[in-house]
């Protein structure tokens, strides 16, 4: 029988809702079929806990005295440039950022240490972080240089804002080549040494939606600790991708831009990291309910990790030159058993997003749920579907002639 | 009795020039097989190694290197997983030479086996979060 969203609130607010993790959905929906399971169960909750590159962090620093601008300066958050071409005291750090003076790639692989995905979780964590700028100086902001400590607790409004979180489903990475190469998707050893994926696969939030019946702008989730939204599609939203007969897409697809008050959120949720040779990024952890509204969502929701694909894709050549090659398809479930078959080689696969705290963040988030923490809510939009025409397209290719340039 | 150690030794600049490995084997009857070696001439050196022989003879041996200013420890102590910063996610595994970091199914866990690990440092800078440490 079907449900409304409000009858799942209502049955929250009461202490009634059913709720289980997608992972337990697959069970459930074996055990019970889609439609037993849809009478069952209410909400099915997600989770994923991987690097997320297109992240970072929204502040208001609040303004010193004398005021400064910092609009049009420059500004660092421990050594690593922050975005400030907003007004005066609004900053946005982002998750690749790294220092000036980071030796990057010239002792290859680099180490990337420090970069803008650690700022975050040291924010996130309560220590300080050093705030330095510089600025030309106005009437009215006449300081030209700053240096302060800053905790996130000062700070007048600080939020996550991520453009692209939460790929539904990813490539799986290998390397052709007669050399190890460094990727964000790890190290890949040379001639088909290494595998390395990046999906909580079954436990993933939009691979438990494939078609993006719940889960639109406004819908509430749990990010980085906290609570969040869905702000919009994320960056590169291709929901035209290839599909299984399931409607699963089998390579990357729907993405999800979020927002959350970052004073909510805990650094165990939002953890820097340093892919070698590659860069800084941020690990974020996103999880996303689906209300179990009828029997289809009971189905999606119960899809298990041998029913959704991954293209195995070459990123010793074709990734790096846009070559839209795929070597093979193979499931989460292959991969996560420990090697995968391709080309005629068994390949030893490694993942890159940690399933254990994906299944904690899907866990947390039923407990709140079922403690009446924190209801579902409908989207105020959807996101674009496969019905859409939306594609990705590539970077415009119309070099500059002479008389373009220095104008 | 025959005992087998896995130990690391650190070489003081003096000691770096003289063949004392030669002599463990030549003098002590020790059988050593090299798992990693950084010696460079009157530098700190450091070498890894598995050191098996008769128990008497692997404590003169060890006694000579001692005299000879060579440090010994147990290799365990040099890698470490700090479990406060490992997040679980696996990239280590890849790398690691000797399976001493493996995932446990289906938990999906990560396994640190100090035991069969031969230091090669290889999972201390693709670890992501620095969750992996070398300790001299």
Sequence with gaps: ?407 | MKVAHRIVLHFPPAATDQPIIYRLSKDYDLVFNILKASVSPQEEGLMVLDLSGEEADYQRGAEYLRKHGVQLQPLVQDIRKNDDRCVDCGACVGVCPTEALTLERPSMRVLFDPDQCVVCGECVPCCPVEAMELRF
Aim: charged share 20%; proline share 7%.
């Design chain 1, 1 to 407: 029988m079907a449900k409304t969203l409000e009858e799942i609130n209502e049955k929250i607010r009461k202490g009634q809702v059913v709720v289980v993790t997608a992972e337990e959905m697959v069970d459930v929906v074996a055990e019970k079929g889609p439609k037993g399971a849809a009478d069952a169960i209410d909400v099915v909750t997600t989770g994923t806990f991987g690097p997320m590159c297109s992240s970072g962090a929204m502040m208001n620093v609040g303004h010193p005295q004398p005021r400064i601008k910092l609009g049009g300066g420059q500004v660092r958050l421990n050594r690593v440039p922050a975005y400030a071409g907003l007004a005066a005291v609004d900053v946005y750090i982002g998750a690749t950022a790294i220092p000036d003076d980071d030796p990057r790639n010239a002792v290859f692989p680099g180490e990337f240490r420090y970069g803008g995905g650690h700022v975050i979780e040291d924010l996130a964590a309560g220590r300080r972080v050093l705030l330095e700028a510089t600025a030309y100086g106005t009437d009215c902001y006449p300081r030209r240089e700053i240096a302060t400590w800053i905790t996130l607790k000062e700070l007048n409004e600080a939020y996550l804002l991520n453009p692209r979180n939460g790929y539904q489903n990813y490539n799986v990475a290998v390397n052709r080549s007669d050399r190890t190469i460094y990727t964000y998707m790890g190290t890949l050893k040379a001639q088909l040494g290494s595998a390395n994926y990046c999906s909580a696969g079954q436990l993933s939030p939009l691979l438990n939606d494939p078609h993006y019946r719940t889960v639109g702008v406004g819908s509430r989730i749990f990010l980085g600790g906290g609570i969040g939204y869905v702000v919009w599609h994320g960056t590169q939203h291709s929901p035209g991708a290839k599909r299984n007969e399931r409607g699963v897409p089998m390579g990357g697809a729907g993405t999800l831009a979020v927002l959350g008050d970052l004073k909510q959120m805990d650094s165990k949720w939002l953890r820097g990291a340093s892919f070698r040779g590659y860069g800084a990024t941020l690990i974020v952890g996103l999880g996303i309910p689906i209300p179990v509204l009828d029997e289809e969502i009971a189905a999606q929701t119960g899809i298990s990790d041998s029913e959704i694909a991954a293209p195995v894709v070459d990123y010793s050549g074709p990734y790096p030159e846009r070559r839209p090659e795929v070597i093979c398809h193979v499931s989460y479930a292959q991969l996560k058993c420990g090697q995968i078959e391709a080309e005629g080689k068994t390949i030893p696969t490694t993942p890159l997003s940690s399933y254990p705290r994906a299944q904690e963040i899907a866990g947390t988030l039923k407990e709140w749920i079922i403690g009446g923490k924190f209801e579902l809510s409908a989207p105020v939009a959807g996101l674009p579907g496969a019905d859409s025409g939306m594609v990705m397209g590539p970077m415009p290719d119309s070099p500059p002639d002479q008389a373009d340039i220095g104008r």
